[in-house]
């Protein structure tokens, strides 16, 4: 979870509140873990712009291996009558193709209502936080606002204490 500012339509004034979120580095370590490195580091459904990214950003890095990711916005329809709906951030996987190229998995969703003209702001603080990681190769050791991991991000801690780096580097491919 993390401090984020959103509306709140019974007051009808901004607040701050607690809201989870998933973590690109974390969902793609995990991805890591358990598939395949070979697919998650596919271009092969890349279009040419991606490519040509992708072979920049491993000059600069200085690395032969990169994992490039994608970063998706979505509005939700979330009842029978689809009066309301829920805005998604998700991440998603542009360089791999068959069933697991149109794969979006959820980083945050917030009701439509409750998005102020702050909220993406302080979503994408916490974002760009866990992108700098995963460019650096590097598990954070703390929270994004430079405060220790919470009771509530134990597993987070416990992912951070591991031993060495990331077991990739990536970098935002696709928005």
Sequence with gaps: VFRCRIFNRKTQEEETVEIPINLPSEILEVLWELGSAEALLSEANLDSAGKDHMKWMREQLGVESLLGWGLHGDGIPCNYDRTESVVMISLNLPGLSGRNG?????????????????????????????????????RPSCRHDGQPFNKSDDKRAKRAKKSGNLPFRACLNQV
Excluded: C, Q
Aim: no cysteine; hydrophobic share 50%.
């Design 102 to 138: 149109r794969m979006r998995i959820p980083l945050v969703i917030l009701p439509d209502y409750a998005v102020s003209e702050n909220t993406f702001d302080d979503i994408k603080e916490v974002l760009a936080w866990s992108m700098r990681h995963m460019l650096d190769g590097i």
